[in-house]
Each structure stands twice: as C-alpha cells, then as structure tokens.
C-alpha cells in the first residue's frame, strides 16, 4: 500500500513562490502516473497538474501554465511542483496523487477518478 506524504505548503505573498514535495512510501511509484490537485475552502477539488511515469510528459490547468512546473524523481520515489508568481486565487489545500494503473509513458491522467490513492494534503496561503 503507497502512501503519500506532502510538505512544503506554507504562507507566501502574492508573487512568491513555493515548492511543494510528496514522498512516497511503501511501495515504488515510478511506474505511476502521478498529479498535484487543489482545493479552496467552499469548492471542489480540481486539477492542478500531472506527470507521466517516465517524466517525457506533463500536463497543467490553464490557470497554472507558465507559473507552476510538475517534475519527479523516481529514484528519490517523490513527486514535486514548483509554484511561482502565486496568486490569491491559488490559496487551497494541495493534494499530490498517484494512478496505480500501467499505462505507457505518454499518459497523465487528469481527471479525479483516474487517481487510486492521495496524501493528506498542505496548505498553501497566498496573501495580496
């Protein structure tokens, strides 16, 4: 069983940056695609990012292009996102994620349900 452990969230004022980490254990995830979701208070969780197996593929929400950058080590089993120029509408809780199925190292999943298993989550605070 993989379970998921993510640090780094903290409060930052608008323009920062933070880099948020998830650490694995358990189990090897380098055959996972994993992502980074969100949630602010009074929403829904959404989509944030995701990284195929083999890193060769990325994906991010369009509000996130260009600021944050998803990246992995398989070797260290751990799971990054660097956030720059945040904003006060990035404020939420960041969940990093992981999909157990074996796809081929072109996928990267974005959808809630395609994830299998989930950390506890960080707090990230942008202040204006």
């Known amino acids: 069983q993989v379970q998921l452990v993510e640090s780094g969230g903290g409060l930052v004022q608008a323009g920062g940056s933070l880099k948020l980490s998830c650490a694995a254990s358990?189990?090897?995830?380098?055959?996972?695609?994993m992502g980074w979701f969100r949630q602010a208070p009074g929403k829904e969780r959404e989509f944030v990012a995701a990284?195929?197996?083999?890193?060769?593929?990325?994906s991010y929400e369009d509000s996130v292009k260009g600021r944050f950058t998803i990246s992995r080590d398989n070797a260290k089993n751990t799971l990054s996102l660097q956030m720059n120029s945040l904003k006060p509408e990035d404020t939420a809780v960041y969940y990093c994620?992981?999909?157990?199925?074996?796809?081929?190292?072109?996928?990267?999943?974005?959808?809630?349900?395609?994830?299998?298993?989930w950390g506890q989550g960080t707090q990230v605070t942008v202040s204006s």
């Open positions: 994620a992981g999909d157990r199925a074996l796809n081929d190292e072109w996928y990267v999943p974005a959808r809630e349900f395609d994830y299998d298993f």
């Open positions: 358990g189990h090897t995830v380098s055959r996972y695609a």
């Open positions: 990284i195929s197996w083999s890193g060769v593929m990325t």
